[in-house]
């Protein structure tokens, strides 16, 4: 009779653990069901990430022949040291190299532009030992068995910005009725855009509505070598090619950089538009 019982008892929980199982899978499929549902009628962007935006891609061998370049230019700036690394055709004035101390810690892409027919810049950040970051634009030209050189000398600039001649112009004298007053623009507007810290310091020389970031005495200017123009045009608008020498304080080195303004005549006055780095 007992044993009667005990199946009967086990009969009974196995259909109730059978319909608890029913009851789950039902409950299951349930709210399955209702986020399906919710998903059908959600937005179809609801809650999708935002796409992220990739940085230009930068040739490899590009980017590691501009870092060696602006290694070797901050460790020796001489013609002699530098002349492995140019394009045929281009040239560098010499600099004098800084003082023990001063090395390359570390430097990198930071920037980088495409100009066309092969050339383009590239910015590299240059961590120095002695804790200060230099940024260098370096304007360089592609050779079509994947070769690299340098353009010329490059411009060091407040941050990771463009470089260059356009592809095919070489720098001209200045020409024209101007020339005298674009070369003294460019004589006045370099020294303060070397030393000032704030913006707004150069804006008696800058067109409206133009903004440049000067480099707050991260070098000092120490002469310019020359003012070119790029095309022959006379026109109330040119862009230029300053070269010029500058001193860092820091290590007491010597730097041949050159850059490119963009100046524009209005009022009877020449005034900087912009500001690139340049190929010498």
Do not use: C
Request: a neutral charge; charged letters at 15%.
């Amino acid at each position: 009779m007992r044993q009667k019982v005990g199946n009967k008892a086990k009969a009974t929980d196995s259909s109730v653990r059978s319909l608890l199982r029913g009851f789950g899978r039902i409950a299951i499929w349930t709210v399955l069901g209702l986020l399906l549902v919710r998903g059908a009628l959600a937005e179809p962007n609801a809650g999708a990430p935002a796409p992220q935006r990739s940085a230009a891609a930068v040739d490899p061998a590009s980017a590691a022949f501009a870092v060696r370049f602006a290694r070797a230019y901050l460790t020796d700036p001489s013609s002699a040291a530098l002349a492995g690394f140019l394009a045929e055709g281009a040239h560098l004035a010499g600099g004098r190299p800084p003082e023990a101390g001063s090395d390359v810690a570390q430097a990198e892409v930071a920037g980088a532009e495409e100009l066309g027919g092969g050339r383009s810049v590239l910015t590299v950040a240059a961590e120095l030992r002695d804790a200060r970051t230099l940024y260098l634009a370096v304007p360089i030209v592609r050779g079509s068995a994947g070769e690299v050189a340098a353009l010329g000398a490059p411009s060091i600039v407040a941050a990771p910005g463009s470089a260059g001649a356009d592809s095919g112009e070489r720098p001209q004298p200045l020409v024209g009725p101007d020339a005298g007053a674009i070369g003294g623009l460019v004589a006045k507007f370099l020294p303060e855009y070397v030393a000032e810290s704030e913006a707004g310091s150069l804006s008696y020389l800058l067109a409206p509505g133009a903004a440049v970031l000067p480099l707050g005495g991260a070098v000092s200017l120490e002469r310019v070598t020359g003012v070119n123009q790029l095309g022959a045009g006379e026109g109330p608008s040119r862009v230029v090619i300053a070269a010029a020498q500058v001193g860092d304080p820091e290590s007491g080195a010597s730097y041949p950089v050159a850059y490119r303004l963009e100046v524009v005549k209005g009022g009877g006055r020449w005034y900087v538009a912009a500001v690139e780095g340049a190929a010498a």
